[in-house]
């Protein structure tokens, strides 16, 4: 498999930690959001994502776009470790967090969207984050166990790690959100989340490398 991944992409992200969950060996090929007016705007990229949006996998001879069709796709394949549940309400539950967070927040205050907000960026990305966590904290109230959804790393995880990342790296207090952060760290914690984050990967820039 070949992952075209960014060190930042919070979608990027989300696949690295499937993919290490599954013990899924990958070549990463790097593509900077922000170099060269953005690497994913160039016609060989276009070609393998008409979105021009990382994460992009090749994989069994296809190529595959957008991060929770990846990881259904690895899900279906690879079934070890499971990333859903196999009771139906806690994989309805799994997937109404993934969507909540990869529907709900975590567009609107990608990188795209932000450039159109220009000086209000921050404000902007804050208040989506916000608005987010907070419904997102009272539904984990109910589902939570240990992660997300019970004591059992899910989808769902996948998806909060990186948009807890978003939310610190624009300053959004977590004061209000208990749950949200003991989830969270204890996720950090694990093998999977440690090597597939930012900070350790191949184009991670050197002043921002653990």
Known sequence: PILYSYFRSSCSWRVRIALALKGISYDLVPVNLIKDG???????????????????????GITLSQSLAIINYLEETHPNPRLLPQDPKKRA??????????????????????????????????????????????ILQHTAGRYCVGDEV???????????????????????????TRINKALLELEAFKISHPSRQPDTPAELRA
């Open 38 to 60: 953005g690497q994913q705007f160039s016609a060989e990229f276009k070609a393998l994502n008409p979105m021009q949006q990382v994460p992009a996998l090749k994989i069994d």
């Open 154 to 180: 899910s989808m769902a995880d996948l998806c909060l790690v990186p948009q807890v990342a978003n939310a610190e790296r624009f300053k959004v207090d977590m004061g209000p959100y208990p749950t949200i």
């Open 93 to 138: 539950q799994v997937r109404m967090i993934a969507d909540h967070i990869v529907s709900g927040i975590q567009p609107l205050q990608n990188l795209s969207v932000l450039k159109q907000m220009g000086e209000k960026k921050m404000e902007w990305a804050q208040n989506c984050i916000t608005s987010g966590f907070q419904a997102l904290e009272q």
